[in-house]
T-cell receptor, first 116, second 118 residues
Framework: AQKVTQAQTEISVVEKEDVTLDCVYETRDTTYYLFWYKQPPSGELVFLIRRNSFDEQNEISGRYSWNFQKSTSSFNFTITASQVVDSAVYFCALSEVYTGRRALTFGSGTRLQVQP | DGGITQSPKYLFRKEGQNVTLSCEQNLNHDAMYWYRQDPGQGLRLIYYSQIVNDFQKGDIAEGYSVSREKKESFPLTVTSAQKNPTAFYLC?????????????????FGAGSRLTVL
């Protein structure tokens, strides 16, 4: 069965520091998708990125970057020069293509606190 | 603007009572989902529905029931059989994945409903 592990429960950094959120996944599918979502204090999850299992290119979007490594089953998320507005809970999620279930499996989340 | 509306935002229930959480979407999405969020446990799937009049159990369906009579609506009933119902409940929806990309659906979430059992 699929599983997503986010070992870091909570991270606290000072503004302008770089921070990496770890995500490790397990799946038996050869084809799958990985996601990151942000949950600000308001509670609503916001989609950040989706990656399919055939695309191992790293992606950068402004201060955000993602490192996908199939060899270690990891999909880590780095925020460069963190800001207070980055404070939120971040979730990594997995969706398999060939299982009958068409729903995301989420990790337990990492709470990021960015101090001014 | 299109989106997902969950109501009520906060709900208090006495033990032994059933309660129904509403989820409505105007995104014309086929699929809808209910997740439960507890501190330190992330989001766990309760039920999901890929199409009207059809739904599937997720990982923690016991004590919950759903219906999908209309495309835009997917209400969740928390029954008295649910032993620990206090939690934050999130509804989501997704459209059709591009052809050949099953599993690629991006979920759009509502703002959630917080249920507290007194």
């Amino acid at each position: 069965a699929q599983k997503v592990t986010q070992a870091q429960t909570e991270i606290s950094v000072v503004e302008k520091e770089d921070v990496t959120l770890d995500c490790v996944y397990e799946t038996r599918d050869t084809t799958y998708y990985l996601f990151w979502y942000k949950q600000p204090p308001s509670g609503e999850l916001v989609f950040l990125i989706r990656r399919n299992s055939f695309d191992e290119q790293n992606e950068i979007s402004g201060r955000y970057s993602w490192n996908f490594q199939k060899s270690t089953s990891s999909f880590n998320f780095t925020i460069t020069a963190s800001q207070v507005v980055d404070s939120a809970v971040y979730f990594c999620a997995l969706s398999e293509v060939y299982t009958g279930r068409r729903a995301l499996t989420f990790g337990s989340g990492t709470r990021l606190q960015v101090q001014p | 603007d299109g989106g997902i509306t969950q109501s009520p935002k906060y709900l208090f229930r006495k033990e032994g009572q059933n309660v129904t959480l509403s989820c409505e979407q105007n995104l014309n999405h086929d699929a809808m989902y209910w997740y439960r969020q507890d501190p330190g446990q992330g989001l766990r799937l309760i039920y999901y529905s890929q199409i009207v009049n059809d739904f599937q159990k997720g990982d923690i369906a016991e004590g919950y029931s759903v219906s999908r009579e209309k495309k835009e609506s997917f209400p969740l009933t928390v029954t008295s059989a649910q032993k620990n119902p206090t939690a934050f409940y999130l509804c989501a929806s997704s459209g059709q994945a591009p052809k050949g990309e099953s599993g690629a659906n991006v979920l759009t979430f509502g703002a959630g409903s917080r249920l507290t059992v007194l």
